[in-house]
């Protein structure tokens, strides 16, 4: 198999994991928002499994690239998509390449956007947590002064409803 089309090959399985990781996203996004700790923690184990997949065929693709690049007298920074294209003397596979390249950069822009969405969710409910906490176990500023402007809280009458020093 000619190395262009070992590298394209690879390069599709690894459009379709980080579509799969753009539909964990969309699962995650939905459980954040419904507050299902079980099903967000599904899905980042899931997640997981993905992120390892794309890290060995990363690995391939860097493999594969270097193969070609050395074959063509480049280095492998100056080996880009449309070099790839220029290389390849199908020009059914060339439009496969830069099929291929557009769809690969549109997913892995949908992913960036999901990925700071959930993460604004999830920023917003740590702090809905932690007011809350907070709501509970603070002590009420009473907001009265004395005479000398030191605050005239009575702290013997004041209660939590929560212990913190437990």
Do not use: C, W
């Not at 992120?51 to 690239?65: A, D, F, P, T, Y």
């Not at 990925?115 to 509970?136: A, C, H, P």
Request: a negative charge; aromatic letters at 4%.
């Amino acid at each position: 198999m000619p190395l262009i089309q070992s590298l394209v090959e690879t390069v599709e399985e690894l459009l379709r994991e980080h579509e799969h990781l753009l539909q964990l996203a969309e699962e995650k996004k939905r459980a954040l928002i419904n507050g299902d700790m079980e099903k967000l923690q599904e899905i980042v184990n899931k997640e997981i499994h993905f992120i390892r997949k794309v890290e060995k065929l990363e690995e391939l693709r860097i493999q594969q690239g270097k193969r070609i690049a050395d074959e063509h007298g480049m280095k492998l920074e100056e080996l880009t998509a449309s070099k790839l294209a220029e290389l390849e003397s199908d020009p059914e596979r060339t439009a496969k390449i830069n099929l291929l390249t557009g769809r690969f950069l549109q997913v892995i822009g949908e992913v960036k956007a999901a990925n700071e969405l959930n993460g604004k969710l999830l920023q917003q409910s740590l702090e809905l947590v932690q007011r809350s906490i907070s709501l509970m176990t603070d002590v009420p500023d009473s907001g009265t002064y004395t005479g000398r402007g030191d605050s005239g809280q009575a702290t013997s009458g004041q209660r939590r409803f929560f212990d913190t020093k437990a």
